[in-house]
C-alpha cells in the first residue's frame, strides 16, 4: 500500500465518529519492516497529536527508518526480528543486531534502545537514554543515561569523547557522573572491573587492554 493510502486510512480512523482510543494514550508505533523516512514519522505524529494521541515509541526492524526517527527525535527500538510488545526475553536470547549508527545529537525525551552495539556521531543530551545489548559509542558529549550490556554481558565498554553522563549502566552494574567533573575532559571508556565500573582515559585503557591480550 503507497505512503498516501496509508496516512489517509490513518486520519479517517483517527478522525471517525467512534474513537478507538481514549485522548492521551500514549501510542507505540510498529513499523516493522516497511520504509519509513523523517517526514513520514513526523506526518504520522502530527495526526496522531491532533487526536491528542502522544507518540511514545517506534518500532522498527529496518536500520533506515530507525535512524530517520532517532534524528527527528523520536524514541526508537531497532530489532531484526521484531514481535510483539512484552516479548523482550525472547530476542535476549538471540544473537545480537549488527550495529546500529545514529549521525545525530540525541536530545531530551529520546530513547534509543537497540540489540547490539550503538554508536552515535554526535551528542548524547541529558533526558536522553540509549540501552544497548552491546558497546556504547558516543563520538561527542555523554550526558544522558546509558546502558550497554542490557542483556547481561559484563563484557561491554562504554567510550565517549566527553565522559560526562546522569547514569552509567553495564549489565547489572549501575554508575553516576562523579559531582567534581575534572578540569579537562579527554576520551573515556566505561568498564567493569573487579570491584564494579569503573573509567579509564581511552588512551592508557586501550595500552593496558593491548599488554594483557599479549601476555595472555
Same mark, same amino acid.
Given at each position: 500500500?503507497?505512503?498516501?493510502?496509508?496516512?489517509?486510512?490513518?486520519?479517517?480512523?483517527?478522525?471517525? &465518529? =467512534?474513537?478507538?482510543?481514549?485522548?492521551?494514550?500514549?501510542?507505540?508505533?510498529?513499523?516493522?519492516?516497511?520504509?519509513?523516512?523523517?517526514?513520514?514519522?513526523?506526518?504520522?505524529?502530527?495526526?496522531?497529536? !491532533?487526536?491528542?494521541?502522544?507518540?511514545?515509541?517506534?518500532?522498527?526492524?529496518?536500520?533506515?527508518?530507525?535512524?530517520?526517527?532517532?534524528?527527528?527525535?523520536?524514541?526508537? !527500538?531497532?530489532?531484526?526480528?521484531? &514481535?510483539?510488545?512484552?516479548?523482550?526475553? !525472547?530476542?535476549?536470547?538471540?544473537?545480537?543486531? =549488527?550495529?546500529l549508527y545514529?549521525?545525530?545529537?540525541?536530545?531530551?525525551?529520546?530513547?534509543?534502545?537497540?540489540?547490539?552495539?550503538?554508536?552515535v556521531l &554526535?551528542?548524547?543530551?541529558?533526558?536522553?537514554?540509549?540501552?544497548? =545489548?552491546?558497546?556504547?559509542?558516543?563520538?561527542?558529549?555523554?550526558?544522558?543515561?546509558?546502558?550497554?550490556?542490557? &542483556? +547481561?554481558?559484563?563484557?561491554?565498554?562504554?567510550?565517549?569523547?566527553?565522559?560526562?553522563?546522569?547514569?552509567?549502566?553495564?549489565?547489572?552494574?549501575?554508575?553516576?557522573?562523579?559531582?567534581?567533573?575534572?578540569?579537562?575532559?579527554?576520551? =573515556?571508556?566505561?568498564?567493569?572491573?573487579?570491584? +564494579?565500573?569503573?573509567?579509564?582515559?581511552?588512551?592508557?585503557?586501550?595500552?593496558?587492554?593491548?599488554?594483557?591480550?599479549e601476555t595472555?
Amino acid at each position: 500500500m503507497h505512503w498516501q493510502d496509508l496516512r489517509q486510512q490513518l486520519k479517517q480512523r483517527l478522525s471517525g &465518529g =467512534e474513537r478507538f482510543l481514549q485522548p492521551h494514550t500514549p501510542v507505540h508505533l510498529i513499523a516493522r519492516d516497511r520504509l519509513l523516512d523523517s517526514q513520514q514519522v513526523q506526518e504520522i505524529d502530527a495526526l496522531l497529536s !491532533e487526536a491528542q494521541l502522544p507518540l511514545k515509541r517506534i518500532y522498527t526492524s529496518r536500520r533506515q527508518s530507525a535512524v530517520a526517527a532517532a534524528t527527528a527525535g523520536y524514541s526508537v !527500538e531497532q530489532q531484526t526480528t521484531l &514481535g510483539h510488545l512484552g516479548q523482550g526475553q !525472547e530476542a535476549s536470547q538471540q544473537a545480537m543486531d =549488527e550495529p546500529l549508527y545514529l549521525q545525530t545529537t540525541l536530545r531530551s525525551g529520546v530513547e534509543v534502545r537497540h540489540r547490539g552495539t550503538v554508536i552515535v556521531l &554526535g551528542d548524547a543530551n541529558p533526558g536522553s537514554s540509549v540501552v544497548a =545489548e552491546g558497546d556504547i559509542f558516543v563520538w561527542g558529549r555523554l550526558r544522558g543515561v546509558v546502558h550497554a550490556g542490557a &542483556g +547481561g554481558n559484563s563484557q561491554c565498554r562504554i567510550m565517549a569523547l566527553h565522559m560526562q553522563p546522569t547514569q552509567l549502566r553495564i549489565a547489572d552494574q549501575v554508575a553516576r557522573s562523579p559531582e567534581d567533573p575534572p578540569a579537562q575532559y579527554q576520551p =573515556e571508556v566505561a568498564y567493569i572491573g573487579p570491584d +564494579g565500573i569503573r573509567i579509564a582515559i581511552a588512551s592508557e585503557f586501550a595500552s593496558a587492554d593491548l599488554t594483557t591480550q599479549e601476555t595472555t
